[in-house]
């Protein structure tokens, strides 16, 4: 056999080669386009549409979806009164608030400060919890604390919670919220660590405790802060959030503060999940025809000069 045919006939298998690795992702890719329109019958999805267009119309539904349930929910809320702004409310008797607030407190005419949602009123008991045991806890930091910065964060901690609650109080005076007066289970089994423990260990389980227990409570208050519609609810997250923003720096200020046991922040989001029974082949359609075709013009070429008479 000449050199010319046997370099034909590896020309040949190379090509047939090519055939068989490509066959799998062909079968995905007609799967797919079989299958795509029973699994992803919802609005907004058109027939032939590319993986693309597909993933772009089901997030602009699952959008218009949402937009539509948060504008109807907000709608049902909207206090329809005319609202008209006083000045800042003032701070606690005798107490110079040393934070700086929103510079308008609407009130509407029936005495309302705008629609009250869930969140807002959760914020309030939040906060109100909050100075139910951090207050006695930083208390317990000036008397049993062994590191002096202990000692004197606990003092600030615990003078500064004394103002938040005030403030806390009153606002939920004002807008008819139900606040508890003691800590909860969890909060309560904190302080008595607390009063277990001595020397380092106490410093230890002081800073941890209240680093962690800020940490929640901040998250919380930014999401109200940032969308809430009552101008009280807006105020107090303005004011717990300048506290306590100052309190997460003091308990760093100590190095004592186990990062292992504070939580990650949540992974971005990285845009829409493809839709279930999808199936993605992997490879560009475009791509697969286009090896699939040379691959063809190839083995006919190299078939014919193997065959063709000498």
Request: aromatic content about 4%.
């Amino acid at each position: 056999m000449e050199v010319r045919q046997l370099v034909g006939l590896g020309a040949r298998a190379v090509a047939l080669a090519s055939l068989v690795a490509l066959f799998p992702a062909t079968a995905a890719l007609a799967i797919d386009r079989q299958q795509a329109p029973a699994a992803m019958s919802h609005p907004g999805h058109v027939a032939g549409m590319s993986h693309s267009e597909h993933m772009a119309a089901m997030a602009q539904t699952t959008w218009d979806l949402n937009h539509a349930k948060h504008m109807a929910a907000m709608t049902a809320l909207q206090d329809q009164s005319k609202l008209v702004y006083l000045a800042p409310s003032p701070g606690p008797e005798k107490e110079k608030l040393p934070v700086p607030v929103p510079p308008d407190v609407a009130v509407a005419e029936n005495g309302k400060y705008g629609p009250l949602g869930p969140s807002d009123v959760d914020l309030v008991v939040k906060v109100r919890l909050a100075g139910l045991w951090e207050q006695p806890a930083g208390e317990m930091a000036v008397k049993k604390g062994k590191n002096p910065r202990v000692k004197e964060i606990g003092k600030m901690i615990a003078e500064q919670h004394a103002v938040l609650d005030t403030l806390d109080v009153r606002a939920a005076q004002r807008l008819g919220i139900q606040i508890p007066n003691e800590p909860n289970a969890d909060q309560q089994f904190w302080l008595q660590e607390m009063r277990d423990a001595e020397g380092d260990e106490f410093d230890q389980i002081f800073v941890d405790r209240l680093r962690v227990a800020h940490g929640k409570v901040y998250s919380a208050i930014a999401f109200v802060r940032a969308g809430t519609r009552n101008d009280l609810v807006r105020e107090l997250a303005q004011q717990s959030n300048q506290f306590v923003s100052t309190h997460l720096t003091l308990l760093e200020s100590t190095n004592l503060v186990d990062w292992q046991h504070v939580p990650l922040p949540p992974e971005p989001a990285d845009g829409p999940v493809p839709a279930a029974g999808y199936i993605k082949s992997g490879v560009s359609p475009t791509v697969i025809w286009l090896v699939l075709g040379l691959a063809l013009v190839a083995g006919t070429i190299t078939t014919l000069r193997v065959v063709r008479p000498r």
